[in-house]
T-cell receptor
Framework: DAGITQSPRYKITETGRQVTLMCHQT?????MFWYRQDLGHGLRLIYY???????DKGEVSDGYVVSRSKTENFPLTLESATRSQTSVYFC???????????FGPGTRLTVT | AQRVTQPEKLLSVFKGAPVELKCNYS??????LFWYVQYSRQRLQLLLR??SRESIKGFTADLNKGETSFHLKKPFAQEEDSAMYYC????????????FGKGTRLHILP
C-alpha cells in the first residue's frame, strides 16, 4: 500500500538531538495527522493539518514541530529529543469528505 | 466530554469461540464510529465503519445509541484474528478529529 509512506522506519538517536520524521501521501488528501503510540496510552494525537500551510496542535504537542508546505508531505520534527519521546509514530491522512483515516506503516523511534 | 472507552486491555478467546470487543462512547451529538485493527508490528487498518453496516472478515458492529456502545463481534474466532483493536469516534463537522480508545489486545488461543 504505497498511498502513505513514512521514513525512516526505524531510528535511534541521542538525547538532545533534532530528529525529523517524514510522511508522504500520494492521494492528495487534505487532512494529515501525526500520532504516537505507547503501551497503555493507545494513540495520542500530536499535530494535525487541514491543508497546506494550516497546522494545529493535538493533545501531546510539546517538544514537537510540524510544517506542511506541500499537500503531500507532513514532516514531524523533535526539536531536542528526550527519552520520553521514545515511541512508535504514525502518520495518517483522510479526505475532506470522509472521516476515516488511513495510516502509514509507522516509525519506531528510540531516544537513548 | 468526548470519550471512547474500551474496558478490556486484553481479551483471550479460544479458537472457534465467539468474540465480543466492547466499546462505549460519550459524545454530545451524532458521531461516526469506527473499528481499526493493527496486526503485529503493522499499520492500523480500518476494519469497520458504522455507516456502512458491513461485515469484514466475519466481524460486525452495531451502533446502539441508547447504550452509547459500538461493540465488535465475531461468531467464531480464528487464530489470525489475534491483533490490537481500536474503537474510534469522529464528529461530523469538517475539522472534527478522530478520538481513539486505548485499544484491546485480542489473543486467540489454539
Amino acid at each position: 500500500d504505497a498511498g502513505i509512506t513514512q521514513s525512516p522506519r526505524y531510528k535511534i538517536t541521542e538525547t538532545g538531538r533534532q530528529v525529523t520524521l517524514m510522511c508522504h501521501q500520494t492521494w492528495s488528501h487534505s487532512y494529515m495527522f501525526w500520532y504516537r503510540q505507547d503501551l497503555g496510552h493507545g494513540l495520542r494525537l500530536i499535530y494535525y493539518s487541514a491543508a497546506a500551510d494550516i497546522t494545529d496542535k493535538g493533545e501531546v504537542s510539546d517538544g514537537y514541530v510540524v510544517s506542511r508546505s506541500k499537500t503531500e508531505n507532513f514532516p514531524l520534527t523533535l526539536e531536542s529529543a528526550t527519552r520520553s519521546q521514545t515511541s512508535v509514530y504514525f502518520c495518517a491522512s483522510r479526505t475532506e469528505g470522509l472521516r476515516e483515516q488511513y495510516f502509514g506503516p509507522g516509525t519506531r523511534l528510540t531516544v537513548t | 466530554a468526548q470519550r471512547v472507552t474500551q474496558p478490556e486491555k486484553l481479551l483471550s478467546v479460544f479458537k472457534g469461540a465467539p468474540v465480543e470487543l466492547k466499546c462505549n462512547y460519550s459524545y454530545s451529538g451524532s458521531p461516526e464510529l469506527f473499528w481499526y485493527v493493527q496486526y503485529s508490528r503493522q499499520r492500523l487498518q480500518l476494519l469497520l465503519r458504522h455507516i456502512s453496516r458491513e461485515s469484514i472478515k466475519g466481524f460486525t458492529a452495531d451502533l446502539n445509541k441508547g447504550e452509547t456502545s459500538f461493540h465488535l463481534k465475531k461468531p467464531f474466532a480464528q487464530e489470525e484474528d489475534s491483533a490490537m483493536y481500536y474503537c474510534a469516534l469522529s464528529g461530523r463537522n469538517r475539522d472534527d478529529k478522530i478520538i481513539f480508545g486505548k485499544g484491546t489486545r485480542l489473543h486467540i488461543l489454539p
